[in-house]
């Protein structure tokens, strides 16, 4: 069974603080990643993509960055962080052998002060 | 949202009722997704349905899709307590993008 984990669970940070949220996916080989960012009571926004290694695509822009050093892990980071980063940062893989389905981690809760 | 939109709703329901929500969209889709979402948690994929399917269903779920309308609906039958969730659907855009409608707030009263 596949398993995906976020870590940390919660960060409280100051503006202007740098940052780094992380996913790991096991029991997954291949998979499409992604980043999603969700606002108190608000819907998801896809932040990036990454369907290999080494590879991430931006779908908006908020100043933040995604890398995929490894096939199971992917990194949300910025060194700059803003007000308005904070929110619920959602980690999601789907199969890279097809299907739509989307399979989403736990979360981590982001508080900049 | 510019793509997927729901008609935005906070529901309060009686347990044992039946319940509808909407979702329209603004691009074609191959896909659309239904998710649930609790207090807290990642959302989980609960239904989903193909541009080529016109009803989806799973236990007390079923998910429409009308594709000239370009609009699906998410219906639960005999609600209980534990369907209390935020409701969303979801279209894939192309390319691995994914949009995520604004979200129905379901409360089932028990």
């Known amino acids: 069974a596949q398993t995906i984990h976020q870590w940390p669970v919660a960060e409280i940070k100051a503006v202007g603080s740098p940052l780094s949220l992380g996913c790991t996916i096991k029991?997954?080989?291949?998979?499409?990643l992604y980043w999603y960012w969700q606002a108190t009571g608000g819907t998801l926004q896809q932040l990036f993509y990454?369907?290999?290694?080494?590879?991430v695509e931006s779908v908006v822009q908020l100043n933040l960055s995604a890398s995929r050093p490894k096939d199971d892990q992917f990194i949300l980071s910025t060194e700059k962080l803003l007000l308005s980063h904070s929110g619920f940062y959602l980690c999601a893989w789907s199969s890279g052998t097809g299907g739509y389905e989307q399979y989403f981690g736990p979360g981590t809760r982001l508080t900049v002060l | 949202s510019q793509w997927g939109e729901e008609n935005l709703q906070a529901l309060s329901i009686q347990e044992g009722e039946d319940v509808t929500m909407n979702c329209s969209y603004k691009?074609?889709?191959?896909?659309v997704q239904w998710y649930r979402q609790k207090s807290g948690k990642g959302p989980a994929l609960i239904i989903l349905i193909r541009s080529n399917e016109r009803e989806k269903r799973s236990g007390r779920l079923r998910a429409t899709l009308d594709t000239s309308s370009q609009s699906s609906s998410l219906s639960i039958t005999g609600t209980l307590a534990t369907d209390t969730a935020v409701y969303f659907c979801a279209t894939n855009t192309g390319n691995y993008k994914y949009v995520f409608g604004a979200g129905t707030r379901l409360k089932v009263i028990a």
């Open positions: 691009t074609y889709t191959t896909v």
């Open positions: 990454s369907i290999t290694v080494g590879q």
């Open positions: 029991g997954k080989s291949s998979p499409n």
